[in-house]
T-cell receptor, first 112, second 118 residues
Framework: LAKTTQPISMDSYEGQEVNITCSHNNIATNDYITWYQQFPSQGPRFIIQGYKTKVTNEVASLFIPADRKSSTLSLPRVSLSDTAVYYCLVVPIYNQGGKLIFGQGTELSVKP | GAVVSQHPSWVICKSGTSVKIECRSLDFQATTMFWYRQFPKQSLMLMATSNEGSKATYEQGVEKDKFLINHASLTLSTLTVTSAHPEDSSFYIC??????????????FGSGTQLSVL
C-alpha cells in the first residue's frame, strides 16, 4: 500500500480556508485517495475521496494534480468544530470498503 | 447514513479480567468487520479482520489468543480482550461496510470503546 506523508499539525483561525497537503509518491494506477476526519474519542468519519483532478462535496474539496503524487484537502471557512485529526489514505480500488491502513494524520487546531 | 454501534463506550476493569466489546451494524449487514486500536496521540492500528462464520484474520504482531474475535451474525462482531493488563488500555474502534459495497464512502466506523485496565 502506498505510504502517505502529511504535516503533523496545523493551526488556523475561524473563517479561514485550510489546505492540508498529502504526499503519496508511490501511488499506483488503481489507487484512490481518501480522507477521513477523527474527533477526539470518536471513530473516523469519511470526508471525501477522489482519483484525479478535483472533487467537491458539501464538506470539502479535494485537489489532485495530474501526476497524482500528492493531494490537497481544502476545508472552506473552518469553524471551531473542524478541530480534528485528518487522515489521508491511498486505497486500492479492490480494497474499497475494506481494511484501511492509517498514517500519522494531521492534527488541525482551529482557534477563535 | 448507516450506523455502526459500539458497546460499551468505555470500560474500566481489573488486571487479569476479560472484557468484551461489541460492534453492531444497525441498518445493514456486513460479512466483514475490522478492529483497530488507537493509543493516545497516535494513529489507528489495524488489529484484525472479523469474518462472519469463520475465523478472524489477525495482523502481524497481534496475539489471536489475547484478542478473541467472534463474528456470529451479519450484524455483530465481538472483540474480547482476555486477561487484560494495563498495557492493553487503549481506544478500540471497529468498522464495517454493507455487503457488496465497493466504496469507502460506505465504510463506517463505530464511536469507539475506551478500555482502562487498572
Amino acid at each position: 500500500l502506498a505510504k502517505t506523508t502529511q504535516p503533523i499539525s496545523m493551526d488556523s483561525y475561524e473563517g479561514q480556508e485550510v489546505n492540508i497537503t498529502c504526499s503519496h509518491n508511490n501511488i499506483a494506477t488503481n489507487d484512490y485517495i481518501t480522507w477521513y476526519q477523527q474527533f477526539p474519542s470518536q471513530g473516523p468519519r469519511f470526508i471525501i475521496q477522489g482519483y484525479k483532478t478535483k472533487v467537491t462535496n458539501e464538506v470539502a474539496s479535494l485537489f489532485i494534480p495530474a501526476d497524482r503524487k500528492s493531494s490537497t484537502l481544502s476545508l472552506p471557512r473552518v469553524s471551531l468544530s473542524d478541530t480534528a485529526v485528518y487522515y489521508c489514505l491511498v486505497v486500492p480500488i479492490y480494497n474499497q470498503g475494506g481494511k484501511l491502513i492509517f498514517g500519522q494524520g494531521t492534527e488541525l487546531s482551529v482557534k477563535p | 447514513g448507516a450506523v455502526v454501534s459500539q458497546h460499551p463506550s468505555w470500560v474500566i476493569c481489573k488486571s487479569g479480567t476479560s472484557v468484551k466489546i461489541e460492534c453492531r451494524s444497525l441498518d445493514f449487514q456486513a460479512t466483514t468487520m475490522f478492529w483497530y486500536r488507537q493509543f493516545p496521540k497516535q494513529s489507528l492500528m489495524l488489529m484484525a479482520t472479523s469474518n462472519e462464520g469463520s475465523k478472524a484474520t489477525y495482523e502481524q504482531g497481534v496475539e489471536k489468543d489475547k484478542f478473541l474475535i467472534n463474528h456470529a451474525s451479519l450484524t455483530l462482531s465481538t472483540l474480547t480482550v482476555t486477561s487484560a493488563h494495563p498495557e492493553d488500555s487503549s481506544f478500540y474502534i471497529c468498522s464495517a461496510s454493507p455487503i457488496g459495497s465497493a466504496t469507502n464512502e460506505k465504510l463506517f466506523f463505530g464511536s469507539g470503546t475506551q478500555l482502562s485496565v487498572l
